[in-house]
């Protein structure tokens, strides 16, 4: 059974890779819903971020399909964000949840300069 709230991850996703899904996957064990915030950033990086907002969603939404279909996956797209705020106990927790090695080396650029050849 999942929790009714979403437990919410912000990212480029410039491409979505087997780190981001590991990231998901760690609050998905925990029976937590999510919502990817895919930020549109590609107008004003296009260098750092080659794939439009669209683009990046479509190829989650591909990945993820079985989730989403089973509504405990959701992918929104956002304008760039420049910080992630809050003033006092807002009814939410921030979680950092740290890799191992693996996944914790695992780069998007390094991807991405991998298809450039």
């Given at each position: 059974?999942?929790s009714?709230?979403?437990?919410?991850?912000?990212g480029?996703?410039?491409?979505?890779?087997?780190?981001?899904?590991?990231?998901?996957?760690?609050?998905?064990?925990?029976?937590?819903?999510?919502?990817?915030?895919?930020?549109?950033?590609?107008d004003?990086?296009?260098e750092?971020?080659?794939?439009?907002?669209?683009?990046?969603?479509q190829?989650i939404?591909?990945?993820?399909?079985?989730?989403?279909?089973?509504?405990?996956?959701?992918?929104?797209?956002?304008?760039?964000?420049?910080?992630?705020?809050?003033?006092?106990?807002?009814g939410?927790?921030?979680?950092?949840?740290?890799?191992?090695?693996?996944?914790?080396?695992?780069?998007?650029?390094k991807?991405?300069?991998?298809?450039?050849?």
């Amino acid at each position: 059974m999942y929790s009714s709230r979403y437990s919410l991850f912000v990212g480029r996703y410039q491409p979505f890779h087997d780190g981001h899904k590991w990231l998901i996957e760690q609050r998905l064990k925990s029976g937590k819903k999510i919502c990817i915030a895919i930020m549109d950033i590609h107008d004003l990086e296009p260098e750092k971020n080659p794939y439009p907002a669209e683009e990046v969603k479509q190829n989650i939404d591909n990945q993820l399909k079985t989730l989403i279909d089973q509504g405990v996956v959701k992918t929104i797209i956002i304008p760039p964000i420049e910080s992630i705020n809050y003033g006092r106990t807002v009814g939410y927790d921030i979680i950092e949840h740290i890799p191992p090695d693996n996944v914790y080396n695992i780069s998007a650029t390094k991807i991405r300069n991998r298809h450039v050849k």
